[in-house]
């Protein structure tokens, strides 16, 4: 698909000044350390912890969507509070793209173009669905194959996607839980790092490696498999975003993946992906 420069979600980042650059720096180390890089660290801790467990990674479990409280009340407020701040750090890199200088269509220099800045807008809704459901397609159908393998391998542990009690909320959480990793994830690791890299000087290959990277790392509590498999996934949906410059499609891409791996040993069985 070609690109079209006059629409502001496809104005690729100019090369920032000197000053701007030790800035911005300072600011990608910050909103990292407060979201995705956080959590690499604690997966990486995670998987150190799992490797010198008697058990193989094969033998051990990674439960998502947990219950906080035994109480079905208090457990749904707990989830909805965690769902809320775990968006705060994409609000917050939003508005770091907002207030920084932007470009116009005509390549001029704009302040607060906002979410337009990385495409994160409704105005292409049937197209944006289009090309999310065709990534989720794309990228969900061979993660299950790799997590078949890595569980196959020894290499990946169990991951329990249903661990919430069966409440009349639980399938609503869920879903507003799976909104909230693709918001997260593909606003900082793809919108948020693109444009600030890219500022920085990085070259396109450059920086859709490292956010790449950056997605597996965070995955590595599940074992090496899943690291590869959103080495991959980082990889195409990076790229992707560097040629279309729309963060919506891959909101969408991973909302769905999300959704499928949530609900889905629910409706079926929880044992489908042991």
Do not use: C
């Amino acid at each position: 698909m070609s690109q079209n420069p006059s629409r502001p979600g496809l104005a690729r980042p100019s090369l920032a000044p000197p000053r701007e650059r030790r800035r911005w720096r300072a600011e990608v180390a910050i909103v990292l350390g407060l979201s995705l890089g956080q959590s690499a660290v604690y997966a990486m801790l995670n998987l150190a912890d799992r490797l010198t467990q008697a058990g193989p990674l094969d033998q051990q479990t990674a439960a998502l969507n947990t219950s906080d409280s035994p109480k079905p009340w208090l457990d749904l407020l707990y989830q909805l509070a965690g769902i809320g701040f775990g968006l705060v750090p994409a609000l917050l890199a939003v508005y770091l793209l907002a207030v920084g200088p932007g470009l116009k269509p005509d390549g001029g220099s704009r302040r607060g173009l906002g979410p337009r800045r990385i495409g994160l807008t409704l105005d292409r809704p049937w197209r944006d669905l289009a090309w999310g459901a065709g990534l989720a397609a794309g990228i969900g159908l061979p993660g299950i194959g790799l997590y078949l393998l890595g569980r196959a391998l020894g290499i990946t542990v169990h991951i329990s996607t249903a661990s919430l009690g069966a409440f009349w909320w639980t399938i609503p959480v869920l879903v507003a839980a799976a909104l909230q990793n693709g918001l997260l994830e593909e606003v900082i690791a793809v919108g948020y790092l693109g444009d600030r890299l890219t500022r920085l000087g990085w070259r396109p290959w450059a920086w859709i490696a490292a956010s790449a990277l950056l997605r597996g790392s965070y995955h590595l509590y599940q074992g090496f498999g899943p690291f590869f498999g959103n080495v991959a996934m980082g990889l195409v949906f990076a790229w992707f975003y560097n040629r279309q410059r729309r963060v919506m499609p891959l909101v969408i891409a991973h909302t769905l993946i999300d959704v499928v791996a949530f609900i889905g040993p629910g409706l079926l069985h929880p044992s489908w992906l042991s």
